[in-house]
């Protein structure tokens, strides 16, 4: 219980630095459309910070409570919010831009950006990511909910995300990511199913290494509170 606070505490800690350090170089000399219109808040990156920030700090303060109220509110949306979204979309963040990055960097991260953003930034924002997400796994089960909602949840909130970059487009004429300004608006629409697949598809995955990282008897106890009451 002790380490798991621990690292509850010390990811929340290390998300809010880095989220601040973000914010406060907005409106600073940035190479030309980084920050303009919607500041940070348009990139995926950014946000999935604010998501996993969100996350562990939920579970840090959810660790407080004693062991009886396990089931409680908080945590049944704490471990929900892990299981749809920053499970999901912290390993999709980290594998498309890796992925984009290798192909051709200028489309995801032009090398300007290096003068401003040094290299521990860019790593701390789409590297270690992933590694904090499986340490969770690791730390403790997760409850995760029926299939068909938790593809709802994702598929509304990729619908969102979808309609804010395009609307962001249409107000200042600038693509939130280079490489969107190549497709046309056929191909944007078969690389947000493509995306959405991938997203869906590690939802999938991050179920089936929590329950294999805890067994499928510990998983069911977890997820199936005990009944109170019951006589023989």
């Known amino acids: 219980m002790t380490v798991r606070r621990v690292y509850h505490i010390a990811a929340f800690s290390w998300y809010a630095f880095i ?11 940035l190479p030309p459309g980084i920050f303009v219109y919607g500041g940070p808040w348009k990139y995926l990156t950014f ?16 660790d407080l409570q004693p062991e009886k109220k396990a089931e409680s509110t908080l945590s049944k949306f704490k471990d929900l919010l ?13 594998l498309l831009f890796w992925a984009i ?48 909602h938790a593809l709802t949840a994702l598929g509304i909130v990729g619908l969102a995300y979808l309609s804010w970059i ?14 969107l300004g190549r497709f046309s608006a056929a191909g944007l ?22 329950r294999r990282v805890w067994g499928k008897r510990s998983y069911v ?3 199936i509170p005990k009944k109170k009451g019951l006589k023989k």
């Open 19 to 29: 989220i601040k350090n973000l914010i406060d170089m907005d409106g600073e000399d």
């Open 47 to 62: 946000l999935n910070l604010l998501l996993q920030m969100t996350f562990f700090g939920l579970a840090a303060v959810n």
């Open 82 to 94: 892990f299981s749809v979204f920053a499970f999901p979309v912290g390993t999709f963040v980290v």
């Open 101 to 148: 990055f290798a192909y051709d960097r200028e489309l995801v991260y032009p090398a300007t950006i290096d003068t401003f953003f040094p290299p521990w930034m860019n790593h701390a924002m789409h590297t270690f990511v992933l590694p904090i997400l499986l340490g969770e796994v690791l730390m403790q089960p997760h409850v995760y909910p029926q299939t068909k």
């Open 166 to 179: 395009i609307w962001v487009y249409m107000s200042v004429g600038i693509w939130v990511y280079p490489l």
């Open 189 to 210: 629409v078969g690389f947000f199913f493509f995306n959405m697949s991938v997203v869906i598809l590690l939802y999938l995955l991050g179920n089936e290494f929590s």
């Open 221 to 223: 106890c977890h997820i």
